[in-house]
Nanobody, 128 residues
Framework: QVQLQESGGGSVQAGGSLRLTCEVSGNVASRDCMGWFRQAPGKEREGVARMYPGTNRMHTYYPDSGSVKGRLTISRDNAKNTIYLQMNNLKPEDSAVYYC?????????????????WGQGTQVTVSS
């Protein structure tokens, strides 16, 4: 049984920072792909960060649109089975429910349908 539990959401003013945490339990290996997605009211779920280990380094990806690049950073602590999403210089358009997701494979794309496990989500609200 795989469980993902997010925490760290909250309300901040524009320009502020938050660090989201995803605690992973169950059969998710350190080699598997992990991602963060978000969904705002009335909008589709979108990927904001994903990562998986390569031969010599960790591969991290952010959307090509550039909407979050440079402001969000995904990382993982395998010893703690925890994934993080550091969010800096937050903007009102970043307001959404943020989800942690796991795909039991070594690679992944932005297609949320290919992720196998999801957390319940944590709300992030950014006020102007």
């Amino acid at each position: 049984q795989v469980q993902l539990q997010e925490s760290g959401g909250g309300s901040v003013q524009a320009g502020g920072s938050l660090r989201l945490t995803c605690e992973v339990s169950g059969n998710v290996a350190s080699r598997d792909c992990m991602g963060w997605f978000r969904q705002a009211p009335g909008k589709e779920r979108e990927g904001v960060a994903r990562m998986y280990p390569g031969t010599n380094r960790m591969h991290t990806y952010y959307p090509d649109s550039g909407s979050v690049k440079g402001r969000l950073t995904i990382s993982r602590d395998n010893a703690k089975n925890t994934i993080y999403l550091q969010m800096n210089n937050l903007k009102p358009e970043d307001s959404a429910v943020y989800y942690c997701a796991a795909r039991t494979a070594r690679t992944c794309t932005w297609n949320s349908n290919t992720f196998d496990y999801w957390g319940q989500g944590t709300q992030v609200t950014v006020s102007s």
